[in-house]
Every structure is written in structure tokens, then in C-alpha cells.
């Protein structure tokens, strides 16, 4: 039977693919070329393609641990409300332009390479394969988006302006990255959760080294990742941008439950 | 939409081994390292290709259509040229 902290660890990992892959998703036709498009839409289905595969993972941790209702993967995406979601807060943050886009993918892309790089080695066996399997598309998320982050912040002197906004309204949300929600310390020990903790350096590094070469350093990138202070995604205190996307991303089976089509 | 800052470019993927590249579509993108990479996102989302090339479509030198006939129409009437009045062994399957 699994530790709740077990079920909440597999939501954290489901729910950060989730929402930021349903966040690039509302870039499909919006794109500023067609080429890009393309290419953020891939990254998206990438994203939600493994929020599948946790989400399937915590419905079956929570139906063997005796579950009232049968849960399931849409159950867990569509019928949990904002404080129930696990997600970190730099996910949830809307879009704004292409180049917060960008910087937003950038920053988690770096965090989920090296996490997911070290979940490989988990306990839980279902967890590790998803990160093996993840890892390659990450390898690539991580490829395009420095790419990019270099163009803009190295770019015209528009699009640097933009990214070092992009970098001031974003960097207050990495902090949480690297602190340990209860369920992480608590699965820690067991070896089935990552330490966030001991991917700091590896992520600080890559960040740096691109920033760098983007033209980034004089701005508003600081020493050490910040933290949000009220509250945190990983413990379920949301910023409001969550709940927006919910109401979009859920209307449907909300309205309809247990619609299909 | 083509601007001065996205040049266009030809891609060719290469689906085997030991096929060769093949021209599938052109795109724009930045410089060479975009174009790569927009080239796997939207040529190869469905398992098509092992190796991408691509080359800035201005570098590539083309035939003139107005001259096809000058260019090609003297070959259409070399039938001779057609290896196909040689006897193949059967076990030669695939010429």
C-alpha cells in the first residue's frame, strides 16, 4: 500500500508536466511562425505525454490504497480543484510574450533535465522508466530553449529588453525548485524521491552558462535561486494564474462529467 | 512569413540507412542551427527520419525552366540509353 506522501509525490511530478504542457499548448495557432509553432506544440504533447504516464502511476498508488471512488488519470487531471495541484509556480505563469514563453521553458526544462536525470535511479521502479523515457525528450526541450534564450537575450535590443523582463518576472519562482516539500523529505531517505537540493549546482551552472552567452548577466539574474513568499506550488499555495487555467482546461468536464468523444 | 532576420532553407531527411537524403519541404529560421531544429519539429514528428540536412535555399543553383526544353527533351528520344534490351539472369530481382 503506498504512503500518501508517495501518491502526492507522483501528483507533483504529473501536475508540473501537466500544466506547463497545457500552457504551451495555448500557443497551437498562435505561434509567431509557423516553424515555431510547430515546435512549442510538439513540446506540449511531449509534456502531456508524460503527465499521462504519472498520472496513470498515482491512480493506481491511490486504488490500491483504497480510494471511495476509482480514481483515474482524468479524474486526477480534471477533478482536483487549485489547492489539491502540486505543480511548482513557475509553470502556472501565464505566457505573456514569446520570450517569457521561452525563458519559462528554459528555466523548468534545465530543473526537470538534471531531476529527471537523477529520478532514473529511483526505487520506485514506474517512476524511474517514466524518467528514462522522459529524459531524451527533456534532452531536447533543454536543447531548443537554451537555443532560443541566446538569440532573444543576445538578439536586437527589443528582444533583450524583453528577456530581462522575462528574467525579473520569472526568477522569483525558481527558488522552489530546489526546497524539499514534506512528501519529498519524506520519501528522501527511501530512495524513491529526487533531493531537489543536489541538482542546485548543476542547474545554477547550465543557467549561467547560457545566460552568459545571452547577454544576461548585468540583469536581473541574481546569485542563487529566489523563493516566492507566499506559500509555494509543491505544497498546494498557488499563485492566481492557476486558477484561471483550470477553469479553461476543466470547463469541459466539469460542465459534462465523464464526457467522451 | 518571410523576413529579412529568417532567411529560407531546404531540407532533406534521410528516412534509412543507406537511402539517400531526400528533399521534403523548405522552412525559415534564423541560422543553421535553427533550421535543424526546426527542421526535426516539423519533418520528423511521425518516426521519418535518421539524419536531417539543411542547406540556405539561395545556395542551392537551379535549372532554368524556360530552357527544358534545350535541357531535356533531346534525352526523350534516346530510347537506346534504357538498359532494357539486355537478358537478366532471374536471380537478378531488382534492377
Not at chain 1, 536525470?117 to 525528450?137: F, T
Not at chain 2, 526535426?40 to 526544353?69: M, Y
Request: proline content about 4%.
Amino acid at each position: 500500500m503506498a504512503a500518501p506522501s508517495h501518491i502526492e509525490y507522483s501528483l507533483f511530478l504529473a501536475d508540473n508536466a501537466l500544466i506547463l504542457g497545457h500552457r504551451n499548448s495555448e500557443w497551437t495557432g498562435h505561434g509567431p511562425i509557423l516553424e515555431q509553432d510547430i515546435a512549442l506544440s510538439n513540446i506540449a504533447l511531449d509534456l502531456i505525454g508524460q503527465a499521462r504516464w504519472l498520472y496513470q502511476h498515482a491512480a493506481r498508488l491511490c486504488n490500491e490504497s483504497g480510494a471511495a471512488t476509482r480514481v483515474t488519470e482524468d479524474s486526477l487531471a480534471y477533478g482536483r480543484d487549485s489547492w489539491d495541484f502540486r505543480n511548482c509556480l513557475l509553470v502556472e505563469q501565464a505566457n505573456g510574450d514569446w520570450g517569457k514563453t521561452i525563458l519559462r521553458q528554459f528555466l523548468f526544462s534545465a530543473w526537470q533535465y538534471y531531476y529527471f536525470g537523477a529520478l532514473r535511479w529511483s526505487r520506485d521502479g514506474d517512476l524511474a522508466a517514466v524518467a528514462e523515457k522522459s529524459v531524451k525528450e527533456v534532452t531536447y526541450h533543454l536543447r531548443w530553449s537554451s537555443e532560443w534564450v541566446i538569440r532573444l537575450g543576445d538578439g536586437t535590443a527589443e528582444s533583450h529588453e524583453r528577456m530581462v523582463r522575462a528574467v525579473d518576472q520569472l526568477w522569483r519562482f525558481t527558488g522552489e525548485l530546489f526546497v524539499p516539500a514534506p512528501y519529498e523529505l519524506d520519501l528522501i531517505s527511501s530512495g524513491i524521491a529526487v533531493d531537489p537540493a543536489s541538482v542546485k549546482d548543476q542547474w545554477m551552472q547550465k543557467v549561467g552558462e547560457v545566460f552568459t552567452e545571452a547577454q544576461l548577466t548585468a540583469s536581473a539574474f541574481s546569485a542563487t535561486p529566489a523563493i516566492y513568499p507566499a506559500g509555494g506550488g509543491k505544497k498546494g499555495v498557488h499563485t492566481e494564474q492557476l486558477g484561471y487555467l483550470l477553469a479553461e482546461m476543466q470547463f469541459l468536464q466539469r460542465a459534462y462529467p465523464n464526457c467522451e468523444w | 512569413m518571410a523576413t529579412p532576420n529568417t532567411p529560407l532553407w531546404e531540407v532533406f531527411i534521410r528516412s534509412r540507412n543507406g537511402l539517400a537524403h531526400k528533399h521534403c519541404g523548405s522552412l525559415h529560421a534564423s541560422d543553421a542551427t535553427m533550421a535543424l531544429q526546426a527542421a526535426r519539429d516539423i519533418f520528423t514528428r511521425r518516426g521519418e527520419g535518421l539524419s536531417i540536412w539543411v542547406v540556405p535555399s539561395n545556395a542551392i543553383t537551379a535549372s532554368d525552366p524556360a530552357e527544358k526544353g534545350m535541357m531535356f527533351e533531346p534525352a526523350e528520344s534516346k530510347i537506346y540509353r534504357h538498359p532494357t534490351f539486355y537478358e537478366l539472369p532471374d536471380e537478378l530481382k531488382h534492377m
